[in-house]
């Protein structure tokens, strides 16, 4: 599945970038206020916002209705959507993948990580690893172009770069607030103290003799001293209405952290990044009470989500309503013991600064190096409590194998479980369904009528996942399910996933399952990739 990209802006730069992401074949649409203040609007899909349509190097930009939004996805597109959304309702309603802020605001914004699976800012006032997760350089000079993963872009000087041998005196600027009457048109040619446009009934003259490459409109309002124009001295006509070389620049930038900086898989139709946060795996981006069941990882799950959530200040529990081993210091840094629940909340809140994360448990299991985990009626009274953020309850056991086939019993899910993920190894494909490769064997082979050499495909696998005496029968309708495919490395096993992911989200006729991850858990950051998703019925 491509990833869905908006990228928020349409002026040259912004639609720069959504016209090579278009080109690359990857979903993409705009947002943009009404009235657009784009100056080179020849090169830039807010033209669609006040014309309705536009077109910029052989790719036409159309402008949308919130209203029509829900049509996004339903086929491939001939054009790029232009949507009047300052406030970027579609990051609710269309929930991109991937999100760009390419406004040029130069100061802080709104825009912050949460709000999307990967999110790029362009220029300054956005902060790499706290606001985004990567920033593009976007002054002029040996930098331009720079991703940044860390810290912020140069600040904006204020003044404009150099083109042939002219800076800030090619910039037409309003003289005073009032209403716009352009004299001249973009592509005329303009010599130096010409008049260009009119504000207020003052003349707006050319500093620079040049081709008018931008200007806005006649009868807009502009205030004192903002960008109403823009005069390229080296006079090439053509230049008004192709992409510029920085915009190339920077687009070629945000292409390279979508496919480049977070390594694609062998199918281009994937992108894998890394996730610390796990924010692939809650579709919904705000699970509080999430219950893990399966095979292939749940403990490394467990407790690396629990790290990645602490890291952003959330209090984080990690709990499990059947056994566990006790966690190494460095899984989790603290275990809360307590039998009594009553007492469990209070001891949690003494215990839980200053590292933000901690285990709870029960008891030790007797004659076993395991531990036994609270009911799930005590961990929903430990939520209502106050004194978490997030609970993670690991809801059943697999004994390390990639794949669970569920007992009657099992998982243990509470009814107020607001995201359940569903793990399995992908290194149970190709092999015999044995003790080895899946709990529960004897249970697999009788629900889907296998012998004991039988191999395991894609398509079984699907099936034993799906089967509606497994963990379907445990977790309430209408809780988001996402499935995690574990162990996914080479580009065979990435194959091997794609074929998961398909044959589960056929066969899926209830829509239980929201979106199929797969990627690896292993080493210091996950990496991750969406492979498929289903929206939920109504």
Same mark, same amino acid.
């Given at each position: 599945?491509?990833?869905?990209?908006?990228?928020?802006?349409?002026?040259?730069?912004?639609?720069?970038?959504?016209?090579?992401?278009?080109?690359?074949?990857?979903?993409?649409?705009?947002? @943009?206020?009404?009235?657009?203040?784009?100056?080179?609007?020849?090169?830039?899909?807010?033209?669609?916002?006040?014309?309705?349509?536009? @077109?910029?190097?052989?790719?036409?930009?159309?402008?949308?209705?919130?209203?029509?939004?829900?049509?996004?996805?339903?086929?491939?597109?001939?054009?790029?959507?232009?949507?009047?959304?300052?406030?970027?309702?579609?990051?609710?309603?269309?929930?991109?993948?991937?999100?760009?802020?390419?406004?040029?605001?130069?100061?802080?914004?709104?825009?912050?990580?949460?709000?999307?699976?990967?999110?790029?800012?362009?220029?300054?006032?956005?902060?790499?690893?706290?606001?985004?997760?990567?920033?593009?350089?976007?002054?002029?000079?040996?930098?331009?172009?720079?991703?940044?993963?860390?810290?912020?872009?140069?600040?904006?000087?204020?003044?404009?770069?150099?083109?042939?041998?002219?800076?800030? @005196?090619?910039?037409?600027?309003?003289?005073?607030?009032?209403?716009?009457?352009?004299?001249?048109?973009?592509?005329?040619?303009?010599?130096?103290?010409?008049?260009?446009?009119?504000?207020?009934?003052?003349?707006?003259?050319?500093?620079?003799?040049?081709?008018?490459?931008?200007?806005?409109?006649?009868?807009?309002?502009?205030?004192?001293?903002?960008?109403?124009?823009?005069?390229?001295?080296?006079?090439?006509?053509?230049?008004?209405?192709?992409?510029?070389?920085?915009?190339?620049?920077?687009?070629?930038?945000?292409?390279?952290?979508?496919?480049?900086?977070?390594?694609?898989?062998?199918?281009?139709?994937?992108?894998?990044?890394?996730?610390?946060?796990?924010?692939?795996?809650?579709?919904?981006?705000?699970?509080?009470?999430?219950?893990?069941?399966?095979?292939?990882?749940?403990?490394?799950?467990?407790?690396?989500?629990?790290?990645?959530?602490?890291?952003?200040?959330?209090?984080?529990?990690?709990?499990?309503?059947?056994?566990?081993?006790?966690?190494?210091?460095?899984?989790?840094?603290?275990?809360?013991?307590?039998?009594?629940?009553?007492?469990?909340?209070?001891?949690?809140?003494?215990?839980?600064?200053?590292?933000?994360?901690?285990?709870?448990?029960?008891?030790?299991?007797?004659?076993?190096?395991?531990?036994?985990?609270?009911?799930?009626?005590?961990?929903?009274?430990?939520?209502?409590?106050?004194?978490?953020?997030?609970?993670?309850?690991?809801?059943?056991?697999?004994?390390?194998?990639?794949?669970?086939?569920?007992?009657?019993?099992?998982?243990?899910?509470?009814?107020?479980?607001?995201?359940?993920?569903?793990?399995?190894?992908?290194?149970?494909?190709?092999?015999?369904?044995?003790?080895?490769?899946?709990?529960?064997?004897?249970?697999?082979?009788?629900?889907?009528?296998?012998?004991?050499?039988?191999?395991?495909?894609?398509?079984?696998?699907?099936?034993?996942?799906?089967?509606? @005496?497994?963990?379907?029968?445990?977790?309430?309708?209408?809780?988001?399910?996402?499935?995690?495919?574990?162990?996914?490395?080479?580009?065979?096993?990435?194959?091997?996933?794609?074929?998961?992911?398909?044959?589960?989200?056929?066969?899926?006729?209830?829509?239980?399952?929201?979106?199929?991850?797969?990627?690896?858990?292993?080493?210091?950051?996950?990496?991750?990739?969406?492979?498929?998703?289903?929206?939920?019925?109504?």
């Amino acid at each position: 599945m491509r990833p869905r990209i908006l990228v928020r802006g349409a002026g040259e730069i912004a639609s720069g970038i959504a016209h090579r992401l278009f080109r690359c074949g990857l979903p993409v649409a705009c947002t @943009e206020r009404n009235p657009p203040t784009a100056v080179c609007r020849m090169v830039a899909f807010a033209t669609a916002v006040t014309d309705g349509s536009t @077109e910029i190097e052989g790719v036409a930009g159309r402008r949308w209705e919130l209203a029509d939004a829900w049509r996004l996805g339903e086929e491939r597109l001939d054009h790029v959507p232009v949507f009047v959304d300052p406030e970027a309702s579609l990051l609710d309603t269309w929930k991109p993948d991937i999100l760009v802020d390419a406004r040029g605001l130069g100061q802080p914004s709104d825009t912050r990580r949460h709000q999307a699976h990967l999110v790029i800012g362009l220029g300054p006032g956005l902060r790499a690893g706290r606001d985004v997760d990567a920033v593009i350089e976007t002054r002029r000079g040996h930098d331009l172009g720079r991703i940044l993963t860390e810290g912020e872009a140069l600040p904006d000087t204020g003044t404009a770069g150099f083109i042939g041998g002219c800076g800030p @005196e090619r910039i037409l600027r309003a003289p005073m607030d009032g209403r716009l009457d352009a004299v001249r048109v973009i592509g005329e040619r303009v010599e130096r103290q010409e008049t260009v446009a009119r504000v207020g009934g003052r003349e707006v003259r050319a500093a620079c003799a040049g081709v008018l490459r931008g200007l806005l409109p006649s009868g807009m309002p502009v205030i004192a001293d903002t960008k109403i124009g823009d005069v390229d001295p080296v006079g090439d006509f053509a230049a008004c209405f192709s992409i510029s070389d920085r915009t190339r620049a920077l687009s070629g930038a945000v292409l390279e952290v979508v496919l480049g900086c977070f390594p694609a898989a062998h199918d281009a139709s994937c992108i894998v990044w890394p996730d610390p946060d796990y924010r692939l795996l809650d579709p919904t981006g705000h699970a509080r009470y999430v219950h893990l069941v399966g095979g292939g990882g749940k403990t490394t799950l467990l407790y690396g989500w629990s790290r990645g959530l602490a890291r952003e200040g959330h209090r984080v529990v990690c709990a499990t309503t059947t056994r566990i081993r006790y966690p190494s210091p460095d899984q989790c840094p603290r275990v809360v013991l307590e039998p009594d629940p009553d007492r469990l909340a209070r001891r949690v809140a003494e215990v839980l600064p200053p590292a933000n994360r901690l285990a709870v448990v029960r008891e030790w299991v007797p004659g076993s190096a395991k531990l036994l985990g609270h009911p799930p009626a005590t961990l929903d009274t430990l939520l209502d409590s106050g004194t978490v953020d997030r609970i993670l309850v690991e809801a059943d056991g697999s004994a390390q194998r990639p794949h669970k086939v569920h007992a009657p019993h099992e998982p243990v899910v509470s009814t107020r479980a607001d995201l359940v993920v569903v793990l399995v190894g992908i290194d149970v494909l190709g092999h015999p369904a044995t003790e080895t490769t899946v709990h529960n064997a004897d249970l697999y082979r009788q629900r889907l009528g296998r012998l004991p050499e039988d191999l395991v495909h894609p398509g079984d696998l699907a099936v034993s996942l799906l089967h509606p @005496e497994g963990w379907l029968r445990a977790v309430p309708v209408g809780v988001p399910v996402s499935l995690l495919v574990t162990h996914v490395r080479s580009p065979d096993q990435w194959q091997d996933a794609h074929a998961v992911a398909r044959a589960v989200l056929c066969r899926d006729s209830n829509r239980r399952v929201r979106c199929v991850v797969a990627g690896d858990l292993a080493g210091s950051e996950p990496r991750l990739a969406l492979l498929g998703r289903c929206a939920p019925d109504g």
